[in-house]
């Protein structure tokens, strides 16, 4: 590469991460994100006026994601993350071919991890009913693992539980018990939580699986994976780049100042500044 | 009137009614619409794509009910029924001066007749957060009963609960029981179900808050009001008029499919076509 290329090069590599969710529970990524990747630079899109996801349909998820593309292209982000599971399970395949920047979802690397740790090849996977519908989390499990088992299990309550705040309720731990019961009797030994919001309920889900059963939280595997992926692109932010503003940007397509509390309760340190727009007009 | 107002005006009733809701919720007041005034036409929408609204802000509740009126309109109704609680209480007043055709909320009919139902002055409101947080129902209320003791409570599981099937499950009875609590030991006489999910948990509701509490279900309400007011206007439909297509039309902007599952098993008859749309584009 030439001087000038190498300049250009580097540039791009300052540049933040786009990362977007139905809502706040992608902050759950954001967090990984910013705990693996203390460099790099974050744009997130929270599309809280038009969650949840999980019981929409492919159409309207791909519809959705396309116009929040649009928007963080605005902030010349060079990766995007989608951090819903639903998006990343209905909508990822289809727009990552209209890209010219890698963009990665949370639900790949998620089920390579299971597949990796099973040893009896039993997985289940919990998520909400389009992820479940959709079928990907087996096809991908059964990429890396042909002879893979795989359940999967919509929890449709977990979520206005979580947002509710009765993580550790009793409410909680019967609906859990309901839900998960007929993983446990299958006899999966690897559980793939597979919703931005249920690693918040791992302690609950922890204590109904027992202790033997392997959790496994796709935000984790996601950040890890974009780890690589910049890597190999020569992408990763050395913190050594001049930028002005924010750190972090965080912008919602609904009542920010409500974002912004439900945020400061998952990040590890309070955010000033939230921006609303208007998501449809992209 | 000349003969040819006259015959304008007949005309003009046998224009459908529109009726929205954020969901499948406002079909519980489209059923009663049915019910009491059975000449009447209905052009039902349910947005989807979006619901649901009850934790969302009120610029965002008013862009899309504004939205859903200009798509309505498009329809040629004669008047409209936001049959959505949050609505009600966030976009009507704002957007019944923009239109040039009568339209009412569920708000306001379940609230006069709570006032005219209380003995001892003190009335329950259940509702989304939204609903509450607006503090209408305390208002419209007080308009009637000055002296009245208004005691709200956001029941956000409740929606889910009901999506989920659960109508009278012991998981729901235990709900009910946090949420209503409180109300309970204030002693209200009166509970508002102001949400157009809550009349399908009322046999819950009933067995927790007893038999002495009046339970008021603003859908049965609103079409009373409804009844009136086109009866007012010369508006009433005497059936005699002769129209294309099925008698009632159903839109949604999303997943029609497992909307018309819903609908058919909350109206007394199946429905055959449910028809999607691009809410946005309006």
């Not at 954001?30 to 929409?56: C, H, N, W």
């Not at 791909?62 to 599971?85: E, G, P, Y």
């Not at 998952?266 to 449809?280: A, R």
Request: hydrophobic residues 40%; proline residues 5%.
């Amino acid at each position: 590469m030439s001087n000038k290329q190498l300049d250009e090069a580097k540039a791009l590599s300052y540049a933040p991460i786009g990362v977007f969710d139905s809502g706040v529970g992608g902050l759950t990524v954001a967090r990984e994100i910013m705990r693996q990747l203390p460099d790099e630079r974050i744009v997130y899109f929270g599309d809280t006026a038009r969650v949840p996801y999980g019981s929409k349909s492919k159409e309207t998820i791909i519809r959705f994601s396309r116009q929040i593309i649009r928007f963080l292209k605005t902030k010349n982000v060079k990766a995007i993350v989608v951090a819903c599971n639903t998006a990343s399970a209905l909508a990822l395949e289809e727009i990552q071919s209209e890209l010219d920047i890698p963009i990665i979802g949370v639900l790949k690397p998620g089920a390579k991890v299971a597949a990796e740790t099973t040893e009896n090849g039993k997985i289940g996977v919990i998520a909400t009913e389009s992820t479940i519908a959709s079928q990907l989390y087996t096809k991908v499990i059964q990429s890396h693992l042909p002879q893979a088992q795989v359940l999967g299990k919509p929890c449709p309550l977990f979520v206005p539980l979580v947002e509710e705040g009765w993580m550790k309720d009793p409410v909680t731990v019967e609906v859990a018990n309901r839900y998960l019961e007929p993983l446990k009797e299958s006899g999966i030994d690897t559980l793939i939580l597979g919703c931005t919001h249920y690693p918040l309920l791992r302690s609950t889900v922890r204590q109904v699986m027992g202790e033997e059963v392997n959790l496994v939280n796709p935000a984790y595997e996601t950040a890890i994976e974009l780890k690589g992926l910049l890597d190999d692109m020569d992408l990763l932010n050395d913190g050594k780049g001049q930028f002005e503003g924010p750190v972090h940007q965080f912008y919602v397509s609904d009542a920010a100042e409500k974002f912004k509390s439900f945020a400061n309760s998952i990040l590890p340190y309070g955010i000033d500044t939230t921006q609303l727009i208007h998501i449809e007009e992209y």
